[in-house]
């Protein structure tokens, strides 16, 4: 099956700083990407879709400036966290949608996850 | 736009017995609705979906039922086991206003299934 992966699983970083999150579709070719957020004990949140080769849409809410999406090719998509702060500490995931799949099916794969702690 | 919501939030059985877990969305247009597992500090995994066309759905201790006219969905385990318990999610997939084309899914809130042995 269609597998996403996403780098790093875990990351710690201090306040101030920048961090970045690959997602990448290891199997096939995603057109679109979604990065959600979670908190603990909580549901998926839906932060920005992102479509290869053009920008990121936001969600209400979400500060583009502040999470940056870029989606250069068909298998990766990065989100970068920008000035962290404690706040911002919280389970980010991708998922994408198989480039293949008819449009009017968009199963989405879900990547492991990265665990975001800022100090 | 779409609102799922979803019901137990908690869901406690003895292993061998079977767990419902229920759905309801506001979006007529949504026509897909997969049913995600997550294990604690995992991503979703997509244990069975069920398209607007069909009523049900079995993949041998799992089934997912759709009734759209009531447009409600609901999963069923049965013959628990241990490793059944996580976190389960309901989703349905609705078009996005700005997008042509364009889909997204929205998530319930999840239920813990906790199987007792």
């Known amino acids: 099956g269609a597998v996403v992966s996403q780098h790093p699983s875990r990351v710690i970083c201090k306040s101030g700083t920048s961090v970045k999150i690959e997602c990448r579709s290891l199997?096939?070719?995603?057109?679109?990407m979604f990065w959600y957020r979670q908190f603990p004990k909580k549901s998926l949140m839906l932060m920005a879709t992102s479509n290869e080769g053009s920008k990121a849409t936001y969600e209400q809410g979400v500060e583009k400036d502040k999470f940056l999406i870029n989606h250069a090719s068909l298998t990766l998509s990065t989100l970068t966290v920008t000035s962290a702060h404690p706040e911002d500490s919280s389970f980010y995931i991708c998922?994408?949608?198989?480039?293949?799949?008819?449009?009017?099916?968009?199963?989405?794969?879900f990547g492991p996850g990265t665990r975001l702690t800022v100090l | 736009g779409e609102n799922v919501e979803q019901h137990p939030s908690t869901l406690s059985v003895q292993e061998g017995d079977s767990a419902v877990i229920k759905c309801t969305y506001s979006d007529s247009a949504s026509n897909y609705f997969p049913w995600y597992k997550q294990e604690l500090g995992k991503g979703p995994q997509l244990i069975i979906d069920i398209r607007s066309n069909v009523g049900e759905k079995k993949d041998q201790r799992i089934a997912v039922t759709l009734n759209k006219t009531a447009k409600h969905f609901s999963l069923h385990i049965t013959e628990t086991q241990p490793e059944d318990s996580a976190v389960y999610f309901c989703?349905?997939?609705?078009?996005?206003?700005?997008?042509?084309?364009?889909?997204?899914?929205?998530f319930g809130k999840g239920t813990k299934l906790s199987v007792i042995p």
């Open positions: 989703a349905g997939l609705n078009p996005v206003a700005s997008g042509a084309g364009s889909y997204q899914l929205t």
């Open positions: 199997d096939f070719q995603a057109t679109t």
């Open positions: 998922s994408a949608r198989d480039h293949s799949a008819p449009s009017s099916y968009n199963e989405q794969f």
